[in-house]
Nanobody
Framework: QVQVVESGGGLVQPGGSLRLSCVVS????????MGWYRQAPGKQRESVAT??????????NYADSVKGRFTISRDNAKNTAYLQMNSLKTEDRAVYSC?????????????WGQGTQVTVSS
């Protein structure tokens, strides 16, 4: 089975930074996309940042609320994605989960990690 493990969450002050890591293992097909999602208390889960691999390289997309502050990156050799979070705000407080997407003859498969808590508080 595909394993997705996040790490790097914690407690930071407003304006601080964190870097989340997502390591994927046990997959049989290439990972064509990875993404970071978050769910805050009382809110729906939302996409934060995604990175998609194509023949011309990787492309990224960000939620408007994090543009200019968050950066998603990927190390394909390590099957790892990162989310660099700068200038954190209290509204960034959420459980951040990583999704790895693979594609085979059967179709796309999406695997989720358990999530890591990010708390922004003074």
């Amino acid at each position: 089975q595909v394993q997705v493990v996040e790490s790097g969450g914690g407690l930071v002050q407003p304006g601080g930074s964190l870097r989340l890591s997502c390591v994927v293992s046990g997959h049989s097909y290439r990972i064509y996309a990875m993404g970071w999602y978050r769910q805050a208390p009382g809110k729906q889960r939302e996409s934060v940042a995604t990175i998609t691999s194509g023949t011309s390289g990787d492309s990224t997309n960000y939620a408007d609320s994090v543009k200019g502050r968050f950066t998603i990156s990927r190390d394909n050799a390590k099957n790892t994605a990162y989310l660099q979070m700068n200038s954190l705000k209290t509204e960034d407080r959420a459980v951040y989960s990583c999704k790895a997407s693979t594609r085979g003859g059967w179709g796309p498969k999406h695997s989720w990690g358990q999530g890591t808590q990010v708390t922004v508080s003074s």
